[in-house]
């Protein structure tokens, strides 16, 4: 099955990734050196780590190129539901020319601009074939604390993890994720060519009006469903579940609280570790608390209509591992944690509409949060930022209106799929590409290339 797949997947690599990073540090911090070519200022709160690189913010081609990159970045990775941060951190480190640690915070609040942008574009928007919003609460409710939980951990031991382990383990994640996308769009397109014919044969194509109506009753596999009964107009306060959205927001606060008084801590004090383990029960207590709604079938994935499926404790597990392993990855590497939530709702047989706008709502919450706790440490140019955010919002709100458009025009919601595939493929080449230059540099230079130590960091 895809999603066992899936799932079983991502655990076994969080399970990897866990076992590395509480591996030893061998490094003697005081011989740490760091090569400072072209280095504008050092991060004086992490200094034993790195040194920081902000160009001097004027108009040239870089900012010309990087623009119209982050543009079509943010327009398919908020249509894709995976934010576009394995485009936005390559493209800020490449030709901007931000160092690799900066550019994983500036990635951060461009995704969070444009998941923001995208989410309340559909506030509005419904499902394409049943009578509900397009955003499933249900599912949201069941992943974001988790990722949460993982981006905390990730935003934490950004600075100390080696680049050679994060491009290791992001090559083969993503390329594992890329293909199973790719099928599950082939798969879908044969099952909407298929649906098309059969529409045509029973001469109800005609009947249905409008081409975005003909992109309704194809997404669907209930051809006896009446497709001629109009879709019923809510108004915004109707269209959202302001309960389910209520929690994801007391979630989001209290995990963000938590994370703020970390950094008033002395790191690996008695403060500092309570500051970390009280995060385990907030995210595990909600998450848990939708869980057992769903295993006691007292929720349901309302998205997926009547084709409820039986779900047993492990599944439910695994999938809870795979929002925590999506949100360390996203901390680590500056990604929305959509590239994982995105192709799992697939396999969930969630319709493409609902997996994308469903995973960028999470991605809004906990790309906001990392936002936060890289502004406390100091980590990137609030003008930069503020600027390409204003392009990755404008792209996001562009791309949702374009692909809206195509999917009316071909009735096929697999675009949606093909353009998640597209994107994870991209970001696998330029941050698995960058990951490779940067190992050989280090190697040539004779550089350290191991663990750092988390007790020697210091942050207000």
């Known amino acids: 099955m895809a999603v066992k ?39 004086y709160h992490a200094k034993a780590f790195y040194k920081h690189h902000w160009p001097s913010m004027k108009f040239g081609w870089k900012i010309i190129v990087g623009s119209i990159v982050g543009f079509l970045g943010s327009a398919f990775g908020t249509v894709g539901g995976v934010g576009g941060g394995g485009i936005f951190v390559p493209m800020l480190t490449l030709i901007v020319g931000f160092d690799q640690k900066s550019a994983t915070a500036i990635s951060k609040c461009m995704i969070t601009g444009g998941a923001t942008a995208t989410v309340l574009y559909n506030l509005r928007q419904r499902h394409p074939t049943l009578d509900l919003p397009v955003i499933d609460y249900d599912l949201a409710l069941l992943f974001q604390p988790m990722l949460m939980l993982g981006i905390s951990i990730g935003v934490a031991f950004n600075v100390i993890f080696p680049e050679w382990m994060l491009t290791v383990l992001l090559i083969i994640f993503f390329v594992g994720i890329s293909i199973k996308s790719f099928l599950k769009g082939v798969d879908t397109w044969k ?25 309704h009753y194809i997404q669907t596999e209930d051809l006896a469903k009446d497709v001629n009964e109009p879709k019923k107009k809510v108004s915004l306060v109707e269209n959202i579940r302001w309960k389910e959205l209520g929690l994801l927001f007391s979630g989001w606060i209290m995990i963000l609280g938590l994370e703020i008084a970390k950094k008033h801590t002395t790191t690996c004090s008695r403060l500092y570790w309570l500051m970390n383990l009280l995060q385990v029960p907030v995210a595990v207590g909600m998450s848990s608390y939708e869980a057992v709604r769903l295993y006691k079938g007292k929720r349901i994935i309302a998205s997926k209509g009547d084709q409820q499926p039986n779900f047993c404790v492990l599944q439910l597990v695994l999938f809870c591992a795979c929002g925590t392993l999506a949100g360390m990855i996203a901390g680590l590497l500056g990604l929305g944690g ?61 791309g949702q209106h374009l692909v809206k458009k195509a999917i009316a025009i071909l009735g096929r919601a697999s675009v949606i799929i093909f353009i998640l595939t597209f994107t994870l493929c991209v970001s696998a080449v330029l941050l698995g ?28």
Request: proline share 5%; aromatic share 10%; glycine share 8%.
């Open 5 to 43: 797949w899936v799932a079983a997947k991502a655990l076994i690599a969080f399970v990897l990734l866990v076992s590395v990073s509480a591996a030893p540090s061998h490094q003697n911090n005081a011989e740490n050196k760091t090569p400072s070519n072209g280095t504008i200022g050092i991060d």
């Open 338 to 398: 959509g590239f994982i939530l995105g192709p799992l709702f697939l396999g969930l047989g969630i319709p493409p509409q609902v997996a994308s706008a469903t995973s960028t709502l999470v991605m809004a919450f906990s790309a906001s949060m990392a936002v936060v706790e890289y502004y406390l440490l100091k980590r990137f140019p609030v003008p930069y930022a503020l600027f390409f955010v204003s392009i990755a919002t404008a792209a996001a709100l562009v």
């Open 433 to 460: 590409g960058v990951g490779v230059v940067h190992m050989i540099q280090k190697i040539e230079h004779n550089e350290y290339m191991g663990f750092g130590d988390l007790c020697t960091y210091r942050a207000h």
């Open 191 to 215: 099952k909407e060519t298929i649906m098309k014919k059969e529409a045509k044969k029973n001469s109800r194509i005609d009947d249905i009006g409008t081409p975005e109506d003909t992109a």
